[in-house]
């Protein structure tokens, strides 16, 4: 009694089906070639049908490759400028007609699959012979049978068997919780970087007014590229528009003891409207918050009308765009950013005598206790003494 202790392989021979050749005769070389491919496959289990192994089917050979084609697994084309020429119908009258019926056959197989082709493969014997591959099939993939690589994809693809197995699916794995703590006051805070704004040196607010469009409020900067930082963080925090109204500006009209006439200019957060975001979010703002804010003492001549035409256009537009800008050190040779721009709507105009002690703009009315260097401008405009 004996045992076979060979391992079954995952396909048998006979799972695997036939494969048919289809080629065209073009030299003695060429169908020796086509031979050669024909015994190595089924050296290596590909049972590959091929002419050169008939005599005389005793149907004849048009229903022989009619029934050959039909039943095989797969269809090899041998593709070569004589096959294509063929195959398309391009060749004289008379030559090639056991390749015209075959191809004949492919395309009609091809057409009733929807163009979804599993089943015919195109195969060259040399690399120049690529742009021979028949129209219905240049989308499909092609295999160099003359080089190892080639062959060795086609026998891949003829005994579906990938070169490279799949492992198998693994298990999701978990991954670890992450608390997410958000510190409201630290956004809040955020949007004045007290080092920034300290070397970008803010000395003046400036105003452009143009027909038919939006009013121009500038912060003018000594120093461009702290001042373009400033602007670029506010980008990436609320983009070209604040639609949250998250940044707040205030202009205050009105004497403030210690200073010289005119108004000031606040700028911070707006912890009413940040709070509303982070809700809007789903976040919840139960913390204390810190609010650093930055203002600007302006003192124009008397007869200075910049504001109150700033005023007018904002009036009519009910929007207006806050630009940085640079300025020489007496507020002069303004120069606006305009790329870095935000679009706003609200802005607070008010008086300094309807500021309470609580108000968040209370903070300007403390100004004047500081000793700050007047700009070349203000030396020049600041109110001459009584005699």
């Not at 608390?179 to 003046?204: C, F, H």
């Not at 400033?230 to 707040?248: P, S, V």
């Not at 124009?300 to 109150?308: G, V």
Request: glycine share 8%; hydrophobic share 35%.
């Amino acid at each position: 009694m004996s045992t076979d202790d060979t391992a079954p392989d995952s396909m048998a021979e006979t799972d695997l089906g036939e494969v048919f050749i289809s080629y065209s005769w073009d030299s003695e070389d060429h169908v020796r070639s086509v031979l050669q491919l024909s015994d190595r496959l089924r050296s290596e289990g590909v049972d590959c049908v091929l002419d050169q192994y008939e005599v005389s089917p005793p149907e004849g050979w048009p229903r022989w490759m009619d029934r050959k084609i039909r039943d095989a697994q797969f269809v090899l084309m041998v593709c070569t400028e004589t096959y294509y020429k063929r195959v398309m119908g391009d060749e004289d009258a008379g030559k090639g007609l056991g390749v015209r019926w075959e191809s004949g056959l492919i395309y009609q197989y091809i057409y009733n699959a929807a163009a979804m082709n599993r089943k015919f493969v195109p195969v060259l014997m040399r690399g120049e012979d690529q742009p021979f591959i028949p129209v219905p099939l240049q989308g499909a993939s092609y295999y160099r049978v003359d080089t190892q690589q080639g062959y060795d994809d086609l026998y891949s693809r003829l005994v579906g068997k990938p070169q490279v197995e799949r492992p198998k699916l693994g298990k999701i794995r978990s991954l670890p919780k992450k608390d997410i703590k958000t510190d409201i006051s630290m956004y809040v805070s955020a949007p004045i970087d007290i080092e920034l704004w300290n070397a970008a040196m803010w000395r003046a607010t400036f105003f452009m007014v143009t027909p038919d469009l939006p009013p121009i409020l500038g912060l003018g900067f000594l120093n461009e590229k702290p001042a373009r930082h400033i602007f670029e963080r506010w980008h990436q925090r609320y983009g070209k528009r604040d639609d949250f109204e998250e940044l707040r500006v205030s202009i205050i009209e009105g004497a403030v003891e210690g200073e010289y006439p005119g108004y000031s200019v606040h700028i911070g957060a707006d912890p009413d409207n940040t709070i509303k975001r982070y809700r809007a979010a789903g976040l919840t703002a139960d913390h204390f918050l810190m609010i650093v804010t930055r203002i600007n003492r302006m003192n124009p001549p008397a007869e200075s009308k910049n504001l109150e035409m700033f005023k007018r256009a904002y009036r009519q537009s009910k929007t207006y765009f806050l630009v940085p800008g640079t300025c020489r050190p007496d507020g002069s040779q303004l120069k606006p950013i305009l790329d870095l721009g935000i679009y706003k709507n609200a802005i607070n105009f008010r008086k300094v005598e309807e500021i309470g002690p609580n108000d968040i703009d209370s903070v300007i009315l403390g100004t004047g206790q500081v000793e700050r260097p007047l700009t070349e401008f203000g030396e020049r405009n600041k109110p001459k003494p009584a005699r």
